[in-house]
């Protein structure tokens, strides 16, 4: 709570003069007009000292991760992320308060924060809030209050949740961001989000699909850094609706999925949670192969009976048989699950018919079975990817990670692929 207080306090600061300096600062991205005519370049350039780093080669958006501690006036602000548009800033997100990075707030303290946040934006811009009530476009109907200051305009959208039953608790406090960009029109911040689900169809889709030197992968997926949390699902989701033209936050399906920052987000309350607000935004979730815990038992059966043919350590006997994909062995695992032929195909046939299309596929899967480039953690564990692409001829997939840049574009053997896989899944628009 500390954080955040302190985050309210800093902002009485931003209406304060000054001159830029050899290196940039928070204080000119918050406040500066000139820090909104700066090329990328520029603005790595000036910037980059403070922690920024380009999500993508595209360089499309910026973020500086909240552990970096960014600095404004002697304080720490939390994850920012800058937008480019047409070779400029468009958009500038500070997250002042998220469930997932700060743990939960009481009731009491949320709403007096809020109070206190809405007190100093009135008084640094000279204007009076504008209630703007929820988005509806939102996907968690985020409530918002926006202020303009000269040519500057800032937006701040909170959410929270009075009851959460499934967690037995009355509040759940879930996040606070402020949104920053030049006030152009009244609807300047729709046009800075560009959330139009109803501009994207399957039409569309084949056009992203590129083919070079035996690749067919798909271009255009944006780049959202789960950061040091356990929100692979819900990054992944967010990147997702980010290439059709959605603006969906990442702390925005987190608050649907009920998910927590060391636990993550299980497979089925992702699915669940997406067809929940599927109708929304005119999209649907479809299940292209998923491994239940039948499916699951089964294997370790086979794992076992080859395993002893071989000589080798059994996996232990689980109340909960998922648990033993930190067990397989490589070699094992690989020839047991390569014996179902048919699904080893039908994983094929899926990858390649939903890249050809345009569509990417949400793939549920277990690290550090195999050995594979670019993996930031050597440890096992349940993780999601995005498959993006693929090339008959290496036999290989193409797919991203959400840990930011050097992640978005790696390859892999499918045997590898399939072998540590669970599921896959494709968020598809309705027309």
Known sequence: MAKFYSLIVLAISLSAPFSLKAEGSMEEILTDQRFWKLSPDQFMDRYEALGFQWNSEAKKSARLPGFRKPKFQGKSLGETIVN??????????????????????????FEKGLSMWQGILTEITGAQPEELGKDKKSAVGAERVRWQKGDLAYQMEYSFQKEVRSKGIPFRSEFVRVRLAPYVEQSFMDKALSSGPERISRGDLPANVVRKDGDVFIQGLPMVDQGMKGYC????????????????DQHEIAQIANSSAAGGTSTKGMVDALEDIAGRFKVRVKTHMEMDYDDMTDLTEDYNREAKRQDLAQVPENSNNWFNFDHFQPDVLRKVRLKSSGDFKR?????????????????????????????????RGGHMRIIIGYNRDKEEI????????????????????FSCSKGMYSIQPTT
Do not use: C
């Open 84 to 109: 480019f548009e047409e070779g400029a800033p468009n958009l500038v997100q500070v997250s002042i308060y998220n469930r997932g990075d700060d743990g939960l707030l009481a009731e009491e303290s």
């Open 233 to 248: 699902v819900v990054a992944s989701t967010a990147r997702v609706f980010a290439y059709y033209d959605m603006a969906v």
């Open 347 to 379: 994983f094929i046939g899926e990858v390649e018919r939903s890249v050809d299309a345009g569509v990417p596929l949400l793939w549920t899967m277990t690290v550090g079975i195999f050995e594979e480039p670019e993996r930031i953690s050597q440890s």
């Open 398 to 417: 193409i797919f991203t990670d959400s840990w930011g840049a050097g992640h978005e574009f790696k390859r892999w053997g499918v045997e590898e692929a």
